[in-house]
C-alpha cells in the first residue's frame, strides 16, 4: 500500500472518531413550551352594600309622590309636585356618591293633620305661643238653676244613687245636722267637737288637734265655664271659714273664703291641677255697704275659657286673665268640669291655717254650733261648653 494512501486513510478515520466523539458530548435542547399560568388566589368577594341613596335620572321632569314621617308622632301624607333635575354617579359596590341638584316648585297638601282630640266635638280655644289649648269639647252635662232653698234636694252622700237629676246638692260632711233649712234660708252649721280641742302652743302659733264639723254641698251636676254666685251672711268669729267655690276632680279650683274676725274683706284664690301653693294665688278685696257677718252680701265668680273675674255684689274685683299663668312651659289656669261647693270650715286644725283664719276657735267658749246663712246660690251653665240638662 503506498504510504500516501495509508496517511490519507487514516486521517480520514481520525476525522470519522472526532466527529463521533463530539456528537456526543453537544448539550440537548429543551423544546419551547409555553409556561403554565400561575393559579390566581381564592379571594372572597365583597358584599355588596344596599345602597342608602337610589338616584335614577328620569328621562323628563315629573311627579312625584313622597311619603315622610314627621318628627311628631302622627304620620302625614304630603304630596309634592316636583321637577327634579338630577346628575349622579352611582357605585353599588360598597360606596355612593352623589352630586345632584335638585329644583323645585312645589304644592303641598297634607291628607291628614295632627289630631288636637279624639272627639270630633272638640273645640280648642285658642292658645297663646302654640301651647296648651283648653278642651271645650261640649261633653260635660250641666244644670243652670237658682236654689232659695224653699224646696231644696240634699242629700247624704252616702244616700246618693249616682244620678245627679236626683237631687240638687250632696252633704259630704257625714253629719245631718251640719244643716237647718228655714225660712227659705240654708243654715250652714260648724259643730262643736264632743271631745276636747287638744289646744297645741306651737312656737310657729296655736293650733287645735280636734276640729269642729262643717258643712260642705256639692252640686250634682259640673259646671264647665260660667256664673256662679252666692247670697250670703256669714260666721265673724276668727277661726271660722265660709267657702264658695268650684272644685274639678284633678284639682282645679277657684274660691270665694270669708275668714271670721276680718268682717270688711273677702278673699278670692284659684288653684290648678292640685298644686297648692299658699299665700300666692290669693286676692283680698274690700266688701261695700257693712259688715259680711251682720249684712248679706252677694259673691260672685264669672268663669270663662280667658279669664276668671270675682264680684262682690255686681262690681268686679278682680280679673285673672289665662294668658298671665303661663309658668314651667303650661297654663296653669282652671279649665276642668267642676262641681260647685259651698260650706263653712274650722280653719284651726294647723299653725299657718289658724293664723290664716284668724283662729284657732277656742271651742271652750262657743255654743253647741257656729252659722253661716246661706239665702240663694245661682248656676248659670255657659251653653258654648256645657250640654245644659
Not at 244620678?163 to 252633704?171: E, L
Request: charged content about 20%; some cysteine; proline content about 7%.
Amino acid at each position: 500500500m503506498n504510504l500516501t494512501k495509508v496517511l490519507i486513510l487514516l486521517v480520514s478515520v481520525l476525522l470519522i472518531i472526532q466527529a463521533i466523539d463530539a456528537g456526543k458530548h453537544k448539550p440537548k435542547t429543551k423544546p419551547k413550551t409555553k409556561p403554565k399560568p400561575k393559579p390566581k388566589p381564592k379571594t372572597t368577594p365583597k358584599p355588596i352594600t344596599p345602597a342608602k341613596i337610589t338616584t335614577t335620572k328620569p328621562a323628563s321632569p315629573t311627579s312625584t309622590k313622597i311619603t315622610t314621617k314627621l318628627a311628631s308622632s302622627t304620620s302625614t301624607k304630603i304630596t309634592t309636585s316636583a321637577k327634579i333635575t338630577t346628575s349622579a354617579k352611582i357605585t353599588t359596590s360598597a360606596k355612593i356618591t352623589t352630586s345632584a341638584k335638585i329644583t323645585t316648585s312645589a304644592k303641598i297638601t297634607t291628607s291628614s293633620t295632627k289630631p288636637i282630640s279624639t272627639q270630633s266635638s272638640t273645640v280648642l280655644y285658642p292658645p297663646e305661643n302654640g301651647q296648651h289649648p283648653i278642651n271645650l269639647s261640649k261633653n260635660n252635662k250641666c244644670r243652670s238653676f237658682t236654689d232659695e232653698f224653699k224646696n231644696s234636694r240634699i242629700v247624704e252622700h252616702y244616700e246618693y244613687n249616682r244620678d245627679p237629676r236626683s237631687a240638687d246638692w250632696i252633704n259630704t260632711s257625714g253629719n245631718r245636722n251640719s244643716y237647718t233649712l228655714a225660712n227659705g234660708q240654708l243654715l250652714a252649721h260648724l259643730i262643736k267637737p264632743t271631745k276636747d280641742q287638744g289646744r297645741v302652743n306651737d312656737p310657729a302659733g296655736p293650733y287645735n288637734k280636734i276640729l269642729g264639723q262643717g258643712l260642705t254641698l256639692n252640686s250634682t251636676y259640673k259646671l264647665h265655664f260660667g256664673v256662679a254666685e252666692i247670697k250670703m251672711k256669714v260666721c265673724g268669729l276668727g277661726g271660722v271659714v265660709s267657702a264658695f267655690i268650684t272644685m274639678s276632680d284633678n284639682g282645679d279650683e277657684i274660691d270665694w273664703e270669708m275668714v271670721g274676725k276680718d268682717v270688711t274683706h273677702g278673699q278670692s284664690n284659684f288653684f290648678w291641677n292640685g298644686l297648692i301653693l299658699y299665700g300666692v294665688n290669693g286676692g283680698v278685696h274690700s266688701v261695700p255697704n257693712g259688715p259680711i257677718d251682720t249684712n248679706f252680701h252677694t259673691y260672685t265668680f264669672d268663669w270663662q275659657p280667658d279669664c276668671i273675674t270675682w264680684k262682690i255684689d255686681g262690681q268686679a274685683v278682680r280679673t285673672l286673665w289665662r294668658k298671665d299663668t303661663y309658668k314651667d312651659g303650661v297654663y296653669q289656669f282652671p279649665s276642668n268640669p267642676s262641681y260647685v261647693q259651698l260650706g263653712i270650715w274650722d280653719g284651726s286644725g294647723a299653725p299657718g291655717t289658724a293664723n290664716w283664719a284668724n283662729g284657732p276657735i277656742d271651742w271652750t267658749k262657743q255654743p253647741d254650733k257656729l252659722t253661716t246663712i246661706i239665702e240663694s246660690v245661682s248656676i248659670k251653665c255657659d251653653p258654648n261648653y256645657n250640654i245644659i240638662v
